[in-house]
């Protein structure tokens, strides 16, 4: 158990079938949405207006009058980078500034247009840094998932990626205040090309490639998978 809030988000996949011992699983959490990120999209035909790259930064500013010293500027510079940063190989990647961007590149990155969305709902806002336990899990998606991101902005944008080799997992969780927590973990069975020094491989006591490494996603993240013809349940 640690109360770390980046080394809590890990776990190993084998720990959501502790429904086989009298042991439960529990964990100090603290869920919190991205801070700074946009509340709320743009249609497509205005985000489409709106300049939207590093080079232009001036004048984005300007637009939505964010003053050029303030850490709000500095989130969505930082934000223009990351969309900028070129994919890593093999991967596939989109910066989404509309809902329909967000669902054409799920959509045509998946293959279908039968997809759904996931993502980790709180019970109660403000809830504290506490201690959860897991009571039951279900299957959101296998294989090949869209993973998107909120990122600081002045209005929604999501740093989108297509995962492979990975499954993704809904998590009821009760805090010891009572408050209903349906969170979504993501499971990549292949981390044999992470660095071998993240965080992940520090707090599981594991090496690259060996175990599948889950973590469970932020609340205004969104998890897309193709949509399953049948739910499939573990119990804890």
């Not at 964010?66 to 994919?87: G, I, N, W, Y």
């Not at 969305?117 to 109660?124: E, I, M, P, Q, W």
């Not at 039951?136 to 090949?144: C, I, M």
């Amino acid at each position: 158990m640690t109360d770390d809030p980046a080394a809590a988000l890990f776990f190993l996949e084998k720990d959501l079938r502790m429904h086989t011992s009298r042991r439960k699983l529990t964990k100090v959490l603290h869920f919190m949405a991205t801070s700074g990120a946009g509340e709320r999209f743009l249609p497509r035909s205005e985000a489409g207006a709106i300049p939207f790259s590093s080079g232009e930064v001036p004048e984005i500013l300007s637009r939505f009058s964010v003053m050029p010293d303030s850490v709000e500027a500095a989130e969505m510079a930082r934000t223009l980078h990351v969309c900028e940063a070129p994919a890593a190989e093999g991967e596939k990647k989109w910066c989404a500034t509309s809902l329909e961007s967000m669902v054409d590149f799920t959509t045509s990155s998946l293959g279908t247009s039968h997809v759904r969305a996931v993502s980790t709902v709180v019970g109660k806002e403000g809830t504290p840094s506490q201690e959860y336990t897991l009571t039951g899990v279900k299957r959101a998606g296998t294989d090949q998932l869209v993973v998107c991101h909120a990122e600081p902005y002045a209005y929604a944008v999501f740093a989108c990626h297509l995962t492979r080799a990975t499954r993704a997992y809904t998590l009821s969780m009760v805090g010891e205040d009572g408050t209903a927590v349906e969170a979504v973990a993501v499971c990549h069975a292949d981390t044999a090309g992470w660095n071998p020094r993240h965080i992940a491989f520090q707090v599981l006591n594991v090496k690259p490639g060996t175990v599948p490494v889950c973590h469970l996603v932020p609340q205004d993240h969104v998890v897309w998978t193709r949509s399953l013809t049948f739910a499939s349940y573990l119990y804890v």
